[in-house]
Nanobody, 121 residues
Framework: QVQLVESGGGLVQAGGSLRLSCAAS????????MGWYRQAPGNERELVAT???????NYADSVKGRFTISRENAKNTVSLQMNSLKPEDTAVYYC???????????????WGQGTQVTVSS
């Protein structure tokens, strides 16, 4: 099995910064895409940012220029640096990874347990 464990959430004032990290462990042959999603109360889960194994990134328009996603393939980790935070960034943030368990394995989609980010005005 695979576990994704997030860390780094918390309470911050508007304009501040936080860095989220996610580490994958378990039966992992290779991790393809990794990403961060978020869900605010009453809203659907939405994409924040994704990154391919080769480092290509994609961001939601609402976070472009403020958030940066990065990963370390050798450590099976992905991070999200969040700057210039706004109250509307308040949500539970979830790590996501597309994982192969072996050379001939199909891709499995895994989620972390989520970490709360609260931005006060």
């Amino acid at each position: 099995q695979v576990q994704l464990v997030e860390s780094g959430g918390g309470l911050v004032q508007a304009g501040g910064s936080l860095r989220l990290s996610c580490a994958a462990s378990g039966s992992i042959f290779r991790i393809n895409a990794m990403g961060w999603y978020r869900q605010a109360p009453g809203n659907e889960r939405e994409l924040v940012a994704t990154i391919t194994r080769g480092g290509s990134t994609n961001y939601a328009d609402s976070v472009k220029g403020r958030f940066t996603i990065s990963r370390e393939n050798a450590k099976n980790t992905v991070s999200l640096q969040m700057n210039s935070l706004k109250p509307e960034d308040t949500a539970v943030y979830y790590c996501n990874a597309d994982i192969l368990h072996g050379l001939l394995s199909r891709e499995y989609h895994y989620w972390g347990q989520g970490t709360q980010v609260t931005v006060s005005s």
